[in-house]
């Protein structure tokens, strides 16, 4: 059947690969992004594709702008099928090297964003006791990683925000909540991080720089070897699978090395239905 779809973050990327993979489906898409004059490399990918999709501008960092979109959606179609939040920011500092600004700027897009645009759809959904909300995460939002504990907290944050709505929104609602979770993707994402490093500074001399240095050869030497980047292509059929799963998993890794690399924290609960199972149990029986 024919979904109603959002998604955030359509201007590079994992967004555009969902967008175009989504209106190949037979969905209806609108594709939102910040800065609508960014959007021509979405509009030759859907043209490349055959496809075509609704874009609208929406900045998650905004109530208004969220809002607005949202309402215009409902006003057309009168209804929202699935949220995919995609948006997001990566962040590479030390806590002591990041300013305040900043981790408040990282908390805002990649924890807040999904907060306001899923506030906004809820009571849409609640109403027509279904709906989906899909949020890109990442293995980050399982597994602390190096020079990325801003950026973790903020994904951690998804995880819980996600486990937390669907032990009682959807056995309630028939909202189904499902977190993504890849590796490495090859895509903008990884340049803009290391663009943000040098905008912010650069890698500063002090007691971390060897530190740095090593994390950063590292991540050059995994990329060259394969394995942990996938394309934005591959990560998008993952997003497509859930989208369509009769029972979404609450949720998922979209590769073998983020199965590997997030074992110690999913081998006993691969989905997130046992947690949830054992929550609702706890607190809802």
Known sequence: MSKVILITGTSTGLGIEIAVQAAKAGHKVYATMRNLAKRDTLDAALSEA??????????????????????????VEGRIDALINNAGAGYVRTTEQASEDDIN??????????????????PHMRKARSGHVITVSSVGGLVGQ???????????AVEGYTEALACYVTPNFGINFTAIEPGGIHSEFAA?????????GGMLEDEYLPILQKYVGGAQARAASGGLYQTASEVA????????????????RTSD???????????????????????????LS
Request: glycine residues 4%.
């Open 50 to 75: 055959g496809q075509s999709a609704q874009v609208l501008q929406l900045d998650v960092q905004d109530s208004a702008s969220v809002n607005a979109a949202i309402d215009h959606v409902i006003a």
């Open 105 to 122: 700027w990282v908390m805002d897009v990649n924890f807040m964003g999904v907060v306001r645009c899923t506030k906004a759809v809820m």
């Open 237 to 252: 059929g993952i997003v497509m699978e859930c989208l369509e799963a009769p029972e979404p998993p609450i949720r998922r």
């Open 146 to 156: 190096p020079f990325n504990e801003i950026y973790c907290a903020a994904k951690f």
């Open 257 to 283: 090395w983020a199965e590997h690399f997030t074992r110690f924290k999913t081998a006993a609960d691969p989905d997130g239905r046992k947690q949830q199972a054992a929550v609702i149990s706890q607190f």
């Open 192 to 200: 803009n991080v290391m663009k943000q490093v040098e905008a912010t």
